[in-house]
Protein backbone atom coordinates (compact mmCIF):
# COMPACT_ATOMS: atom_id res chain seq x y z
CA UNK A 1 0.00 0.00 0.00
CA UNK A 2 2.89 2.22 0.56
CA UNK A 3 1.35 4.84 3.14
CA UNK A 4 1.26 2.08 5.97
CA UNK A 5 4.35 0.98 7.60
CA UNK A 6 5.09 -2.96 7.16
CA UNK A 7 2.45 -4.94 9.30
CA UNK A 8 0.03 -2.19 9.80
CA UNK A 9 -2.08 -3.56 7.17
CA UNK A 10 -2.24 -6.94 8.54
CA UNK A 11 -2.93 -5.72 12.09
CA UNK A 12 -5.92 -3.42 11.71
CA UNK A 13 -7.31 -6.03 9.44
CA UNK A 14 -6.98 -8.85 12.24
CA UNK A 15 -8.62 -6.00 14.85
CA UNK A 16 -11.68 -5.36 12.51
CA UNK A 17 -11.92 -8.68 12.03
CA UNK A 18 -12.13 -9.41 15.74
CA UNK A 19 -13.53 -6.39 16.56
CA UNK A 20 -16.66 -6.52 13.78
CA UNK A 21 -16.81 -10.01 12.50
CA UNK A 22 -20.60 -9.39 11.37
CA UNK A 23 -19.60 -7.28 8.41
CA UNK A 24 -23.47 -6.24 6.92
CA UNK A 25 -23.69 -5.02 10.54
CA UNK A 26 -20.78 -2.96 10.05
CA UNK A 27 -21.65 -1.70 7.09
CA UNK A 28 -25.08 -0.59 8.57
CA UNK A 29 -24.28 0.88 11.57
CA UNK A 30 -20.17 2.05 11.52
CA UNK A 31 -19.26 2.70 8.47
CA UNK A 32 -21.17 5.98 7.77
CA UNK A 33 -19.69 6.98 10.69
CA UNK A 34 -16.30 6.06 9.75
CA UNK A 35 -16.51 7.78 6.60
CA UNK A 36 -17.33 11.00 8.37
CA UNK A 37 -14.25 10.33 10.88
CA UNK A 38 -11.34 9.28 8.38
CA UNK A 39 -11.98 12.57 6.28
CA UNK A 40 -12.56 14.98 9.19
CA UNK A 41 -9.40 17.47 9.23
CA UNK A 42 -9.92 17.87 12.82
CA UNK A 43 -11.30 16.66 16.33
CA UNK A 44 -15.61 16.97 15.35
CA UNK A 45 -17.70 17.49 17.96
CA UNK A 46 -20.64 15.53 19.34
CA UNK A 47 -23.44 17.89 17.89
CA UNK A 48 -21.52 18.43 14.57
CA UNK A 49 -21.22 14.79 14.93
CA UNK A 50 -24.59 14.11 15.37
CA UNK A 51 -25.90 17.04 12.70
CA UNK A 52 -23.68 15.02 9.89
CA UNK A 53 -25.08 11.88 10.82
CA UNK A 54 -28.50 12.88 11.40
CA UNK A 55 -28.85 10.46 14.19
CA UNK A 56 -30.61 10.24 17.42
CA UNK A 57 -27.90 11.25 20.11
CA UNK A 58 -28.36 8.31 22.45
CA UNK A 59 -27.63 6.23 19.03
CA UNK A 60 -24.70 7.79 18.30
CA UNK A 61 -23.44 7.75 22.19
CA UNK A 62 -23.16 3.97 21.52
CA UNK A 63 -21.56 4.05 17.98
CA UNK A 64 -18.82 6.12 19.56
CA UNK A 65 -18.49 3.85 22.69
CA UNK A 66 -18.35 0.47 20.53
CA UNK A 67 -15.78 2.73 18.49
CA UNK A 68 -13.97 4.44 21.56
CA UNK A 69 -10.52 1.73 21.46
CA UNK A 70 -9.87 3.53 17.67
CA UNK A 71 -10.87 7.48 18.40
CA UNK A 72 -8.71 10.01 20.35
CA UNK A 73 -11.47 11.99 22.60
CA UNK A 74 -10.35 15.28 23.60
CA UNK A 75 -12.00 17.24 26.17
CA UNK A 76 -15.49 16.51 27.81
CA UNK A 77 -19.31 16.69 27.72
CA UNK A 78 -20.48 18.58 24.66
CA UNK A 79 -17.53 20.13 24.02
CA UNK A 80 -15.92 16.93 23.40
CA UNK A 81 -13.96 16.32 20.30
CA UNK A 82 -13.96 12.88 18.26
CA UNK A 83 -10.90 11.55 15.85
CA UNK A 84 -9.27 8.56 14.46
CA UNK A 85 -6.28 7.91 17.11
CA UNK A 86 -3.66 7.67 14.31
CA UNK A 87 -3.31 8.87 10.56
CA UNK A 88 -2.70 5.36 9.93
CA UNK A 89 -5.86 4.50 11.00
CA UNK A 90 -8.28 6.27 7.85
CA UNK A 91 -4.70 5.40 5.34
CA UNK A 92 -6.03 1.90 5.73
CA UNK A 93 -10.11 2.35 6.22
CA UNK A 94 -9.81 4.33 2.53
CA UNK A 95 -8.00 1.72 0.61
CA UNK A 96 -10.05 -0.15 -0.90
CA UNK A 97 -7.65 -2.98 -1.72
CA UNK A 98 -6.33 -3.15 2.00
CA UNK A 99 -8.97 -2.94 3.74
CA UNK A 100 -11.55 -5.01 2.02
CA UNK A 101 -14.82 -5.44 3.26
CA UNK A 102 -14.42 -2.41 5.79
CA UNK A 103 -13.34 0.12 2.94
CA UNK A 104 -14.61 3.16 3.74
CA UNK A 105 -15.26 5.49 0.58
CA UNK A 106 -13.53 8.44 1.46
CA UNK A 107 -15.70 11.53 -1.13
CA UNK A 108 -18.77 9.83 0.59
CA UNK A 109 -17.41 11.22 4.04
CA UNK A 110 -16.48 14.15 2.71
CA UNK A 111 -19.84 14.79 0.86
CA UNK A 112 -21.41 14.15 4.42
CA UNK A 113 -19.54 16.80 6.00
CA UNK A 114 -20.19 19.24 3.13
CA UNK A 115 -24.21 18.70 3.30
CA UNK A 116 -23.96 19.62 7.05
CA UNK A 117 -21.49 21.92 7.31
CA UNK A 118 -22.45 24.35 4.15
CA UNK A 119 -25.92 24.79 6.36
CA UNK A 120 -24.14 26.71 9.20
CA UNK A 121 -20.80 27.87 7.96
CA UNK A 122 -21.55 31.79 9.26
CA UNK A 123 -21.05 30.70 13.20
CA UNK A 124 -18.86 27.63 12.73
CA UNK A 125 -15.16 27.34 12.98
CA UNK A 126 -14.97 23.75 11.44
CA UNK A 127 -17.07 24.37 8.39
CA UNK A 128 -15.01 28.09 7.77
CA UNK A 129 -11.33 25.97 7.96
CA UNK A 130 -12.64 23.29 6.22
CA UNK A 131 -15.79 23.40 4.15
CA UNK A 132 -13.69 23.83 0.99
CA UNK A 133 -11.65 21.35 1.80
CA UNK A 134 -14.58 18.91 1.93
CA UNK A 135 -16.32 20.06 -1.05
CA UNK A 136 -12.95 19.29 -3.21
CA UNK A 137 -13.29 16.15 -1.65
CA UNK A 138 -16.24 15.35 -2.55
CA UNK A 139 -15.77 16.21 -5.76
CA UNK A 140 -18.41 18.96 -6.02
CA UNK A 141 -16.96 21.84 -8.19
CA UNK A 142 -19.65 23.83 -8.76
CA UNK A 143 -20.64 23.93 -4.61
CA UNK A 144 -16.69 24.53 -4.06
CA UNK A 145 -16.32 27.39 -6.55
CA UNK A 146 -20.25 29.01 -5.68
CA UNK A 147 -20.58 29.32 -2.49
CA UNK A 148 -16.89 29.02 -1.21
CA UNK A 149 -13.93 30.09 -3.08
CA UNK A 150 -16.01 32.79 -5.29
CA UNK A 151 -18.70 34.11 -2.61
CA UNK A 152 -17.61 36.93 -1.28
CA UNK A 153 -20.22 36.53 2.42
CA UNK A 154 -17.46 33.26 2.89
CA UNK A 155 -14.86 34.81 2.33
CA UNK A 156 -14.96 37.63 4.64
CA UNK A 157 -15.98 35.44 7.47
CA UNK A 158 -13.50 33.43 7.46
CA UNK A 159 -11.47 36.42 6.90
CA UNK A 160 -13.11 37.56 10.23
CA UNK A 161 -12.24 34.79 11.96
CA UNK A 162 -8.43 35.36 11.52
CA UNK A 163 -8.12 32.78 8.39
CA UNK A 164 -6.25 35.00 6.06
CA UNK A 165 -3.10 31.61 5.62
CA UNK A 166 -6.38 29.31 4.88
CA UNK A 167 -7.97 31.43 2.01
CA UNK A 168 -4.82 31.17 0.17
CA UNK A 169 -4.30 27.15 1.16
CA UNK A 170 -7.87 27.16 -0.19
CA UNK A 171 -7.11 28.32 -3.79
CA UNK A 172 -3.99 26.38 -3.54
CA UNK A 173 -5.43 23.13 -2.86
CA UNK A 174 -8.38 23.83 -5.65
CA UNK A 175 -5.75 24.78 -8.51
CA UNK A 176 -3.83 22.15 -7.71
CA UNK A 177 -6.93 19.39 -8.42
CA UNK A 178 -9.63 21.53 -10.50
CA UNK A 179 -10.63 21.00 -13.77
CA UNK A 180 -9.51 23.23 -16.19
CA UNK A 181 -13.10 24.83 -16.79
CA UNK A 182 -13.38 25.62 -12.80
CA UNK A 183 -10.04 26.80 -12.57
CA UNK A 184 -11.09 29.10 -15.27
CA UNK A 185 -13.78 30.70 -12.75
CA UNK A 186 -11.55 31.26 -9.99
CA UNK A 187 -8.49 32.95 -11.80
CA UNK A 188 -9.19 36.27 -10.88
CA UNK A 189 -10.23 35.15 -7.36
CA UNK A 190 -6.97 33.60 -6.59
CA UNK A 191 -4.96 36.18 -8.36
CA UNK A 192 -6.52 38.73 -6.40
CA UNK A 193 -5.84 36.99 -2.80
CA UNK A 194 -2.51 36.12 -3.85
CA UNK A 195 -1.19 39.08 -5.07
CA UNK A 196 -2.70 41.03 -2.01
CA UNK A 197 -1.82 38.62 0.84
CA UNK A 198 0.63 40.69 2.32
CA UNK A 199 -1.45 43.33 3.14
CA UNK A 200 -4.07 41.39 4.29
CA UNK A 201 -1.67 39.67 7.15
CA UNK A 202 -1.52 43.32 8.16
CA UNK A 203 -5.12 42.68 10.30
CA UNK A 204 -5.01 42.66 13.85
CA UNK A 205 -7.19 44.24 16.30
CA UNK A 206 -7.65 47.64 15.72
CA UNK A 207 -8.62 47.12 11.91
CA UNK A 208 -8.60 43.19 11.38
CA UNK A 209 -8.37 41.64 8.07
CA UNK A 210 -12.07 41.21 6.82
CA UNK A 211 -11.94 44.97 6.72
CA UNK A 212 -8.68 45.66 4.75
CA UNK A 213 -10.23 42.65 2.27
CA UNK A 214 -13.45 44.40 1.72
CA UNK A 215 -11.25 48.01 0.72
CA UNK A 216 -9.16 46.00 -1.04
CA UNK A 217 -12.08 44.40 -3.00
CA UNK A 218 -13.89 47.30 -3.69
CA UNK A 219 -10.76 49.16 -5.20
CA UNK A 220 -9.78 46.18 -7.65
CA UNK A 221 -11.55 47.13 -10.89
CA UNK A 222 -14.92 47.99 -12.13
CA UNK A 223 -15.29 44.58 -14.15
CA UNK A 224 -13.88 42.53 -11.35
CA UNK A 225 -15.79 39.37 -9.75
CA UNK A 226 -14.23 40.24 -6.78
CA UNK A 227 -15.53 43.84 -6.43
CA UNK A 228 -18.85 42.62 -7.96
CA UNK A 229 -19.10 40.47 -4.79
CA UNK A 230 -18.21 43.40 -2.44
CA UNK A 231 -20.62 45.80 -3.93
CA UNK A 232 -23.15 43.32 -3.36
CA UNK A 233 -22.05 42.68 0.31
CA UNK A 234 -22.69 46.39 0.55
CA UNK A 235 -25.52 46.33 -1.04
CA UNK A 236 -27.34 43.64 1.58
CA UNK A 237 -25.82 46.18 4.77
CA UNK A 238 -23.33 43.54 6.21
CA UNK A 239 -21.31 46.02 6.50
CA UNK A 240 -21.38 48.11 9.74
CA UNK A 241 -18.29 50.17 10.19
CA UNK A 242 -16.56 53.52 8.69
CA UNK A 243 -13.79 52.52 6.41
CA UNK A 244 -12.14 54.46 3.79
CA UNK A 245 -11.23 53.64 0.04
CA UNK A 246 -10.18 54.98 -3.54
CA UNK A 247 -12.61 56.88 -5.66
CA UNK A 248 -11.22 55.65 -8.77
CA UNK A 249 -10.02 52.53 -9.49
CA UNK A 250 -9.46 50.51 -12.65
CA UNK A 251 -11.69 49.62 -15.72
CA UNK A 252 -10.68 46.56 -16.15
CA UNK A 253 -9.14 43.52 -13.57
CA UNK A 254 -5.57 42.30 -14.92
CA UNK A 255 -3.32 39.35 -12.94
CA UNK A 256 -0.35 40.96 -11.57
CA UNK A 257 3.30 38.28 -12.51
CA UNK A 258 4.44 38.64 -9.49
CA UNK A 259 3.73 35.19 -7.43
CA UNK A 260 3.75 36.88 -4.25
CA UNK A 261 5.29 39.47 -1.92
CA UNK A 262 6.98 38.75 1.25
CA UNK A 263 6.82 41.63 3.63
CA UNK A 264 8.23 42.24 7.27
CA UNK A 265 11.89 43.51 7.29
CA UNK A 266 11.27 46.92 8.13
CA UNK A 267 14.55 48.22 6.48
CA UNK A 268 16.63 47.73 3.41
CA UNK A 269 16.74 43.78 2.20
CA UNK A 270 20.97 42.93 1.83
CA UNK A 271 20.05 39.43 0.52
CA UNK A 272 18.19 36.28 0.37
CA UNK A 273 19.29 32.81 -0.37
CA UNK A 274 16.80 29.65 -1.97
CA UNK A 275 16.86 26.92 0.51
CA UNK A 276 15.61 23.21 0.32
CA UNK A 277 11.81 22.36 -0.12
CA UNK A 278 11.30 25.77 -1.54
CA UNK A 279 11.95 27.91 1.20
CA UNK A 280 13.51 30.75 1.31
CA UNK A 281 16.04 33.03 3.49
CA UNK A 282 16.18 36.74 3.51
CA UNK A 283 18.20 39.30 5.47
CA UNK A 284 18.23 43.01 6.07
CA UNK A 285 19.80 46.15 7.66
CA UNK A 286 17.18 45.75 10.24
CA UNK A 287 19.08 43.13 11.68
CA UNK A 288 17.32 40.08 11.29
CA UNK A 289 16.93 37.05 8.49
CA UNK A 290 13.56 35.92 7.80
CA UNK A 291 12.57 32.56 6.68
CA UNK A 292 9.32 32.34 4.36
CA UNK A 293 7.96 29.10 2.66
CA UNK A 294 7.34 27.93 -1.09
CA UNK A 295 3.84 30.35 -1.19
CA UNK A 296 5.70 33.41 0.69
CA UNK A 297 4.48 32.99 3.66
CA UNK A 298 6.53 33.94 6.81
CA UNK A 299 7.60 31.00 8.95
CA UNK A 300 10.21 32.83 11.67
CA UNK A 301 12.16 35.41 12.82
CA UNK A 302 15.84 35.11 13.13
CA UNK A 303 16.62 37.80 15.87
CA UNK A 304 19.80 38.21 17.41
CA UNK A 305 22.38 40.74 15.78
CA UNK A 306 22.38 43.79 16.81
CA UNK A 307 23.64 45.50 13.53
CA UNK A 308 23.25 44.71 9.76
CA UNK A 309 22.84 41.37 8.81
CA UNK A 310 25.63 40.86 5.88
CA UNK A 311 24.88 37.80 4.49
CA UNK A 312 24.05 34.16 5.24
CA UNK A 313 23.83 30.83 3.67
CA UNK A 314 22.60 26.89 4.07
CA UNK A 315 25.42 24.42 5.76
CA UNK A 316 25.36 20.85 4.27
CA UNK A 317 23.35 19.71 7.24
CA UNK A 318 20.96 22.08 6.80
CA UNK A 319 21.53 24.43 10.02
CA UNK A 320 21.81 28.44 8.87
CA UNK A 321 24.89 30.44 9.13
CA UNK A 322 24.97 34.17 9.37
CA UNK A 323 27.40 37.20 9.75
CA UNK A 324 27.25 40.95 11.06
CA UNK A 325 28.20 44.18 11.09
CA UNK A 326 27.94 43.41 14.91
CA UNK A 327 31.21 41.43 14.21
CA UNK A 328 29.23 37.79 15.40
CA UNK A 329 28.63 34.48 13.84
CA UNK A 330 25.20 33.20 14.29
CA UNK A 331 24.17 29.54 13.91
CA UNK A 332 20.40 28.56 13.95
CA UNK A 333 18.79 25.63 13.16
CA UNK A 334 16.91 24.55 9.93
CA UNK A 335 13.59 26.37 11.86
CA UNK A 336 15.99 29.68 12.94
CA UNK A 337 15.80 28.72 16.34
CA UNK A 338 19.65 29.80 17.55
CA UNK A 339 22.13 27.38 18.40
CA UNK A 340 25.38 29.12 18.80
CA UNK A 341 27.22 32.52 18.55
CA UNK A 342 30.49 32.93 17.70
CA UNK A 343 32.25 36.37 18.12
CA UNK A 344 34.39 37.71 15.55
CA UNK A 345 38.19 39.32 16.23
CA UNK A 346 38.05 43.24 15.66
CA UNK A 347 39.00 43.50 11.96
CA UNK A 348 37.30 40.30 10.59
CA UNK A 349 34.63 39.89 8.47
CA UNK A 350 32.75 36.72 7.67
CA UNK A 351 32.37 35.15 3.86
CA UNK A 352 31.30 31.19 3.54
CA UNK A 353 30.03 29.11 1.10
CA UNK A 354 28.15 25.91 0.66
CA UNK A 355 29.56 23.37 1.90
CA UNK A 356 32.41 24.71 4.12
CA UNK A 357 32.94 27.65 6.60
CA UNK A 358 35.86 30.57 5.92
CA UNK A 359 37.04 33.55 8.33
CA UNK A 360 37.96 36.15 5.92
CA UNK A 361 40.31 38.70 7.27
CA UNK A 362 41.39 41.79 5.25
CA UNK A 363 44.13 43.65 7.00
CA UNK A 364 44.39 45.49 10.32
CA UNK A 365 41.01 47.28 10.66
CA UNK A 366 39.85 46.43 7.17
CA UNK A 367 42.81 49.28 5.88
CA UNK A 368 44.82 47.02 3.61
CA UNK A 369 44.79 44.83 0.60
CA UNK A 370 45.40 41.65 1.96
CA UNK A 371 42.67 38.91 1.83
CA UNK A 372 42.94 36.05 4.47
CA UNK A 373 40.95 32.90 3.81
CA UNK A 374 41.11 30.57 6.68
CA UNK A 375 38.43 27.34 7.96
CA UNK A 376 36.79 27.54 11.07
CA UNK A 377 35.18 23.88 11.04
CA UNK A 378 39.47 22.99 10.80
CA UNK A 379 41.81 25.11 12.91
CA UNK A 380 44.21 22.54 12.05
CA UNK A 381 44.56 23.77 8.16
CA UNK A 382 47.31 26.95 8.06
CA UNK A 383 45.51 29.80 6.09
CA UNK A 384 45.95 31.26 2.90
CA UNK A 385 46.26 34.92 1.69
CA UNK A 386 46.37 37.17 -1.19
CA UNK A 387 47.97 41.00 -1.13
CA UNK A 388 46.28 43.37 -4.02
CA UNK A 389 46.82 46.91 -4.50
CA UNK A 390 43.92 48.29 -2.41
CA UNK A 391 41.09 47.59 0.15
CA UNK A 392 39.83 43.81 -0.28
CA UNK A 393 36.54 42.12 -0.34
CA UNK A 394 36.66 38.88 -0.23
CA UNK A 395 33.38 37.40 -1.60
CA UNK A 396 34.27 33.47 -2.17
CA UNK A 397 36.34 30.43 -1.33
CA UNK A 398 34.91 27.87 -3.81
CA UNK A 399 35.12 24.14 -2.87
CA UNK A 400 37.45 23.72 -6.28
CA UNK A 401 39.78 25.87 -4.52
CA UNK A 402 38.70 29.20 -6.79
CA UNK A 403 38.04 32.75 -5.12
CA UNK A 404 36.24 35.86 -5.98
CA UNK A 405 38.10 39.43 -4.24
CA UNK A 406 37.15 42.92 -5.35
CA UNK A 407 39.44 45.56 -4.53
CA UNK A 408 38.41 49.41 -4.04
CA UNK A 409 40.32 50.10 -6.85
CA UNK A 410 37.38 48.93 -8.79
CA UNK A 411 39.02 45.74 -10.26
CA UNK A 412 37.29 42.29 -9.78
CA UNK A 413 39.95 39.36 -9.63
CA UNK A 414 39.47 35.57 -9.72
CA UNK A 415 41.95 33.46 -7.54
CA UNK A 416 42.89 29.91 -7.73
CA UNK A 417 44.34 28.35 -4.91
CA UNK A 418 47.77 26.30 -6.00
CA UNK A 419 50.31 24.37 -4.00
CA UNK A 420 53.58 24.87 -5.54
CA UNK A 421 52.23 25.07 -9.72
CA UNK A 422 49.42 22.77 -9.17
CA UNK A 423 45.76 24.05 -8.82
CA UNK A 424 44.38 22.68 -5.74
CA UNK A 425 40.82 22.28 -4.47
CA UNK A 426 40.28 22.90 -0.49
CA UNK A 427 40.02 19.01 0.03
CA UNK A 428 43.74 19.02 -0.89
CA UNK A 429 44.45 21.86 1.12
CA UNK A 430 42.49 20.30 4.07
CA UNK A 431 44.98 17.26 3.24
CA UNK A 432 47.86 18.72 3.78
CA UNK A 433 47.30 19.73 7.57
CA UNK A 434 49.80 18.11 9.44
CA UNK A 435 48.62 16.32 11.75
CA UNK A 436 48.54 17.59 15.62
CA UNK A 437 48.53 20.94 14.10
CA UNK A 438 47.03 23.75 15.97
CA UNK A 439 45.98 27.30 14.53
CA UNK A 440 48.22 29.00 12.71
CA UNK A 441 48.18 33.28 13.44
CA UNK A 442 50.72 33.87 10.17
CA UNK A 443 49.90 33.16 6.33
CA UNK A 444 52.10 32.51 3.30
CA UNK A 445 51.47 33.65 -0.36
CA UNK A 446 48.82 31.25 -1.78
Given at each position: MGRLAPGLAGFYSNAFSRGFPDKDDFAVSFAPLLQVLTTAQGPLSFPLLQRVMQMPAELLNRRLLQLRPYLRVSGAGEEAGYSLFHKSLPDWLTDREEAGEYWCQAQAGHSKLADSLKISWQDDDYALRYLPIHFLGAGRWEELVDKCLAHFPFLMAKSRAGLVEGILEDYRLAFAKLPQEWRKKLIYWEAFFRERAHILRRGNDEWPGHKILLQLAMEHADDSPVTKGAEEYLAAGRASWPWLRRERRPGQVGIDPCLAVLEGHTDSIRGMKALPAGRVLSWSWDNNLRLWDPQGRPLAV????????KGALALHDGRLLSWSLDETLRLWDNDGRPLEVYPLEEGKRLYPEERKVYLVTCGTAWLFGKANFA??????????????????????????????????NGQVCLLQTYHGNRPISLDDLEAMAPAGAGRHENCDSA
Open positions: LKGHTEWVFLDNQKVPPICWHGASECKAWLLRTDGRAVVTQD
